[in-house]
């Protein structure tokens, strides 16, 4: 087995139109794989097919094949809950419940009752301590969530994640909301979860696709042009499309 | 001044006045209920008057003791919110979070249309099903009973309660959803963890205004509960309601008289009730978490 995630042939339309074509990948695991590509080109639509968040939307229809950790999830007997809970989301705007910040990290426990109630207090420290908000929320743990900084709300979005123990964590565009600065400090995150985690990450921002990311993909209207090595696809890439975006000749 | 600058000016005079006419009104509408009501308390004892277990206005002396009048409208309006609030409150959730669009298109004009029934319309309706069902399947003396009028109210409470939560409902961004399910929540547990709770103020908010719209209705109790003035016991009897003694009794009273008063008096307690239901709905609304 290649990776944590593999896609074959993996095809999806919405309705008449198809929003990827023909994607074959593989991901390595403990490892940050980045999309790239204009607006439109289907990468955040390729990361919700590796969750299954696409279900939500009507009138989706897909074939091919995405394996995680070999096991196909597209035919209908997938558990999704099984499935979210191994592979955690993260979205472009911060979207911490409307609860307070210990609600918000206990939400997962709860509901999968993976957790006793006298663990709940230590579950809070160390999803806390795992995003480094630990210090500046131990005595704001009742407030409610959405009075933080958008930085800390997206902060608060991976802590949510770590207790339900996930192996993959999607992120699309998580720091399209933010500011230079809290980028910067959400990429250092990423680099501190890749010890334990798979990290996939969409983002509009090349940069942010070269510093962070081991593999990367470029994407370019639903077909996956070139997915290589991350210092590779930017001072060697093989496609001339993905030169041309590379260098800012288009996107 | 131009005529136009005149024009504008005199615009703005009417904006203004049929912007705070509604404020007058109500002022008005106050004084009047505060004057005609207060003056019984000239003779009455406002202890009598709110813990009397006795009402009758007509006997020599009179007696105006309201508290059998208060707990009928107070076991009509509880019956018909155990009743409205769980129904209504799912209902909503139903059509926010589960219908299929065409469904909800469906369900949302029935809401509209019940809501449209006339008072009088559905009072009439419960006489002549509801009532003679009560008592032929209850096994009672009479099927005008406040329970039979807390079926019919919670009817009326329906629309507001369902239409209310039901935007509240709709208002909870999609986001909240979407975090819920993407950490593999069920359909169910996204609905009552996150978003029941993310519109709880607006579904109070709805609870409040239905049960208010409930305890100020008159037209169907009257027809419906029976009317009998005496302490209720149970739900099973009949009862007499705040509203329905001020519709009933406001025809024969002499203008001026003890008992006109105390009518005005009635409205007055109405006042206060609906008054501060209508604050608990302000308050959900506008509560927040720290």
Redesign the interface.
């Known amino acids: 087995m290649k990776g944590i995630i593999e896609t074959q042939d993996l095809n999806l339309f919405y309705g008449e139109f198809q929003a990827l074509k023909n994607i074959n990948l593989a991901v390595r695991r403990k490892t940050i794989t980045a999309f790239i590509g204009p607006s439109g080109c289907g990468k955040s639509t390729l990361l919700r097919s590796f969750?299954r968040?696409n279900d939500?939307i009507e009138g989706v229809r897909m074939t091919g094949r995405v394996l995680i950790d070999g096991n196909d999830i597209q035919n209908s007997h997938t558990d999704?809950?099984?499935?979210?809970?191994k592979v955690?989301?993260v979205?472009q705007?911060p979207?911490?419940?409307?609860?307070?910040i210990a609600e918000n990290i206990l939400?997962?426990p709860?509901?999968?009752r993976t957790a006793k109630k006298d663990e709940y207090e230590q579950i809070v420290e160390e999803s806390l301590k795992s995003v480094l908000l630990w210090d500046t929320l131990k005595d704001k743990l009742d407030?409610?969530a959405l009075?933080l900084s958008l930085e800390q709300q997206q902060r608060l979005?991976i802590a949510?994640?770590l207790p339900?123990k996930p192996e993959v964590l999607l992120m699309d565009e998580p720091c399209s909301a933010l500011d230079p600065v809290a980028t910067e400090r959400i990429e250092d995150l990423m680099r501190v979860l890749k010890e334990n985690y798979t990290i996939v990450i969409v983002t509009h921002n090349m940069q942010q696709a070269a510093r962070v990311s081991d593999d990367t993909g470029f994407m370019l209207l639903g077909e996956l042009i070139e997915f290589h090595r991350t210092e590779m696809i930017f001072t060697n890439p093989v496609d001339q499309r993905t030169s041309d975006y590379i260098t800012g000749r288009f996107g | 001044m131009s005529l136009k600058n005149f024009k504008e000016a005199l615009i703005e005079k009417i904006i203004f006045l049929s912007g705070i006419a509604s404020i007058i009104l109500v002022i008005l509408i106050f004084i009047f209920l505060a004057k005609e009501g207060l003056s019984l308390f000239k003779s009455v004892h406002l202890g009598d008057f709110l813990l009397g277990r006795r009402w009758h206005p007509i006997s020599e002396p009179p007696q105006f003791g309201v508290l059998p009048l208060i707990l009928g409208s107070l076991f009509v309006t509880l019956g018909a919110a155990v009743i409205s609030v769980p129904m209504g409150i799912a209902s909503a959730i139903y059509i926010a979070e589960v219908a299929p669009p065409r469904m909800k298109e469906i369900l949302k004009s029935g809401i509209e249309l019940l809501a449209a029934i006339p008072s009088v319309v559905l009072g009439f309706i419960g006489m002549t099903t509801l009532v003679p069902f009560v008592k032929h399947h209850l096994n009672l003396p009479t099927g005008l009973t406040a329970f039979s009028g807390s079926v019919m109210l919670a009817f009326m409470a329906m629309p507001t309660i369902v239409s209310i939560a039901e935007d509240a409902l709709t208002a909870v961004p999609q986001k909240y959803k979407e975090a819920a399910l993407a950490l593999g929540a069920t359909r169910w547990q996204a609905i009552h963890r996150v978003i029941l709770r993310a519109a709880s103020s607006g579904i109070v908010a709805a609870v409040m205004l239905g049960i208010g719209r409930v305890v100020g209705e008159t037209m169907a109790v009257m027809m419906i509960t029976g009317n009998a003035v005496r302490m209720p016991t149970s739900l099973f009897q009949p009862v007499r309601t705040l509203t329905a003694t001020i519709a009933a009794e406001m025809g024969e009273t002499v203008r001026g008289s003890a008992h006109y008063h105390a009518l005005f008096a009635i409205g007055i307690v109405l006042f206060v009730i609906t008054f501060v239901i209508n604050l608990i709905a302000d308050w959900a609304v506008h509560r927040k978490l720290k």
């Open positions: 969750n968040m939500l999704l809950v099984t499935l979210r809970k955690g989301m979205f705007r979207n911490p419940f409307p609860l307070s939400f997962g709860q509901i999968h407030r409610n009075n979005c949510r994640l339900v």
